[in-house]
């Protein structure tokens, strides 16, 4: 999807390896921490030099920098609905164990993808580029499908179904068949409801139910307990 995105003009995106801006001829970017103990950490000046050479003094980058780190802030459907609304993004990301504190100041935000630790911030930094990315007006096609993903409404998504009607035995509900359009929302909404309550209940509490959600959820409990 994001590469036809690129294709069309959707979105621009490239990759610097800060390595090229390291200072030393020998073109390290890791070094000890003062103070001892073990792990390298990340150098600021190829950051910062890689920064600066590409994008410019970072007082004038008109979008906002990012930082992966599993300190940051988690990353939600929210976040990545406010992102998609800048149009330059920067993401700092690297293959290391940790990083000087000192760059941490060229972030506008440090976001976390989990509470996990992972090799490098590569890979969190496209599950952020492909959760934005996908938000971009055109990148999905015209379909606004993203609008019922799960989070979209701070629920879990229904059950779905597709050919065949019987497959080893199970059944596709007979409701979503019916042809009754009212029947299978409310269906729909309340196997949304049995879906979050049963697996996400911490959900819930930040969702925003309605008078007749509040009723489904109570036939939900009722029918679990
Ligand atoms: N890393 N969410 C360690 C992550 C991570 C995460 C990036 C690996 C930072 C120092 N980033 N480096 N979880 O595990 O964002």
Same mark, same amino acid.
């Given at each position: 999807m994001l590469g036809r995105a690129r294709e069309q003009g959707l979105l621009r995106l490239s990759v610097v390896n800060f390595r090229d801006y390291a200072e030393s001829k020998h073109k390290n970017v890791d070094d000890e921490p003062y103070g001892g103990g073990a792990g390298m950490l990340l150098k600021p000046e190829p950051i910062y030099n890689a920064f600066a050479s590409v994008l410019g003094p970072r007082e004038a980058y008109p979008g906002k920098v990012l930082l992966m780190s599993p300190q940051g802030t988690p990353f939600t459907q929210r976040i990545a609905?406010? $992102?998609?609304?800048? %149009?330059?993004?920067? +993401?700092l990301c690297g293959h290391y164990e940790g990083f000087d504190e000192r760059i941490r100041h060229l972030a506008d935000m440090e976001l976390s +993808?989990?509470?996990y630790v992972l090799t490098g911030g590569e890979l969190p930094? /496209?599950?952020? +580029? %492909?959760?934005?990315?996908?938000? +971009?007006?055109?990148? &999905?096609? @015209?379909?606004?499908s993203h609008q019922a993903d799960s989070y979209a409404?701070?629920? &879990? @998504?229904?059950?779905?179904?597709?050919?065949?009607?019987?497959?080893?035995? /199970?059944?596709?509900?007979?409701? $979503?068949?019916?042809?009754?359009?009212?029947?299978i929302?409310?269906?729909?909404?309340?196997?949304?409801?049995?879906?979050t309550w049963l697996r996400r209940r911490d959900?819930?509490?930040?969702?925003?139910?309605?008078?007749? %959600? /509040?009723? $489904?959820?109570? %036939?939900?409990?009722?029918?679990?307990?």
């Open positions: 609905e406010s $992102l998609a609304k800048e %149009d330059d993004l920067a +993401i +993808i989990g509470d930094a /496209m599950v952020v +580029i %492909d959760g934005v990315c996908r938000l +971009i007006p055109g990148v &999905l096609g @015209e379909d606004a409404d701070g629920l &879990l @998504e229904h059950p779905h179904y597709t050919r065949p009607r019987q497959y080893l035995g /199970m059944d596709v509900p007979d409701v $979503l068949l019916s042809g009754n359009h009212e029947e929302r409310l269906w729909r909404r309340k196997e949304s409801l049995r879906r959900l819930l509490a930040g969702a925003d139910l309605s008078a007749e %959600d /509040m009723k $489904l959820l109570d %036939d939900v409990k009722r029918e679990e307990e």
